[in-house]
């Protein structure tokens, strides 16, 4: 995985990178955001960019209900899931970003 982030790092030149955090609906950290967090501590170790961790709660609901509103074929929605999370996942971090600036 990190070869991986390092050639995309050489392709698209990140100033970060978010990493989902699998929290409950209560925003606590259970033992999958404990095994992601030191899987992303591990895998960023030797990477200079900053890494940072981003509530990925909500996110595969929110992207289905948008994918309902623009997909009429439920087929269609199951394999784009998963990009869709990530832009919702990507939107949450930036919106974040944007209060603290």
């Known amino acids: 995985l990190a070869a991986e982030i390092r050639n995309l790092i050489t392709e698209f ?6 990493v989902g955090l699998p929290v409950d609906l209560q925003g606590r950290s259970g033992i999958a955001a404990t095994d992601i967090r ?26 289905e209900s948008r994918l309902r509103m623009l997909e009429t074929n439920t087929g269609d929605i199951k394999s784009k899931i998963d990009a869709m999370a990530a832009v919702v996942l990507l939107e949450s971090a930036l919106e974040n970003e944007q209060r603290v600036v």
């Open 38 to 63: 030191a899987q992303a501590h591990e895998v960023f170790r030797d990477i200079e960019i900053p890494m940072q961790f981003v509530d990925e709660r909500m996110t595969t609901k929110i992207a």
């Open 13 to 18: 030149e990140p100033i970060v990178f978010y």
